[in-house]
């Protein structure tokens, strides 16, 4: 039987840590609000103008083809995901083939759209690939460059404080190893509180959702009968073109979508918590991480957390952290490695992996 397995994995953050302090300096908030909500002590930003989400995805990327043990050439098909891409089209992955050289390859770019549980989307796809013997070599990559487009203002600071930059890869190839690679991958979404964690502005959308919804949001659309815009004046003079989130919201339902899907993979594979060496979460927020550990009665060592250092990387916390975790020695040959993820979409999903 072939399964897919984790042949390389590499990360990439860049080199600008920005501390809690340094933000507090252009808005209302404290190093101890944010270490006491979150966690988090510092983020890092990539480099303006130098830095995008694809080229940092292209380093990531080189480090797991490496330890892969591949050529660039060999990798036959891309899968990358991200919330914050250099373009609205085209996609980071076809950026991210032309940063890396292998655009003569001509092999196909997919780019997705799950925020946070984008990773575990990726494998899920990827993984489906390799089963049916299309792909051999697929490159997955999860990357931001949130630092672009957070709100530095009090107004934007609950999300703001949270995001970070970097990204992580891996090389999903086949494998005929006995009970090794990607056991199972849980997907799962409900788009019913689309708006409670999204990035709205710009786009196509002209109003209708929340006209739907009874919300009168004028959005400055100009009355005109062709055409349409995707970003208006007032959207930029009213702040209309950040992130937004209803924290707490997203919490509470973060904290009973985490313990579920997690669930959903040991069960169908037959498998306990207690069987379980290492947890992987996205870096949501350290205390939902805590709050998942305690759930599902896990202990320290069975939980990788790094949020404290880059913050909420979205789509590349899985595999930063997981790569963080497999630098240091606590991702070993044979364990049970669980990615868990939750974000906006809602999206969530879990994928358990022999290692
Ligand atoms: O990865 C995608 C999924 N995202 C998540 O899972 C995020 C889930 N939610 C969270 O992590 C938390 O809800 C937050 C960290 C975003 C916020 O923490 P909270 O404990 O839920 O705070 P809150 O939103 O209830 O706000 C409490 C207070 C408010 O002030 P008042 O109304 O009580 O006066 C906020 O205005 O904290 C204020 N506040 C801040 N104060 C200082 C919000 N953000 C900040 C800030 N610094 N950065």
Known sequence: ???????????????????????AGVMDTSDEWIQERTGIKERRYGKKHKETTSTMGARAAEIAIQRAGIEKE?????????LSPDYYFPGCGVLMQREL?????????????????????????????????????????GAEMHSMGLEYSTKGRNVTVIFGDGA????????????KGVLTTKLHSDGTYAEK??????????????????????????DQEFGGIFITQQMIDNDM??????????????VQKFPEVIMEALNETGLQPSDINMLVPHQANLRISQFVQKRM???????????????????????????????????KDGDLVCLAAFGSGFTWGSALIRW
Request: charged share 20%; proline share 4%.
């Open 241 to 254: 073109h950040y992130p937004n989130m209803e924290g707490q919201f997203v919490f509470k339902l973060a």
């Open 101 to 141: 050289g292998i655009t003569k390859t001509e092999i196909g770019a997919l780019d997705i759209r799950n925020q946070c549980s984008g990773f575990v989307y990726g494998l899920s796809i990827a993984d489906q690939f390799i089963k049916s013997g299309m792909y051999k070599n697929i490159l997955l990559v």
């Open 197 to 222: 964690l999204a990035f709205i502005n710009p786009g196509s959308h002209g109003g209708y959702h929340f006209d739907k919804m009874g919300e009168e949001i004028d959005f400055g659309y100009p």
């Open 74 to 82: 060999d990798v036959d098909f891309i899968i990358f995901a991200t």
């Open 168 to 179: 992580g890869a891996a090389i999903i190839q086949p494998t005929e190893e006995a009970d």
């Open 297 to 331: 009665g896990l202990r320290d060592d069975q939980v990788w957390n790094n949020i404290q250092k880059y913050g909420n990387t979205t789509a590349a916390s899985i595999p930063i952290a997981l790569c963080e975790a497999w630098e240091a020695g606590k991702v």
């Open 1 to 23: 039987m072939i399964r897919s397995k984790i042949a390389g994995i590499g990360h990439y953050v860049p080199e600008k840590a920005v501390s809690n302090n340094d933000l």
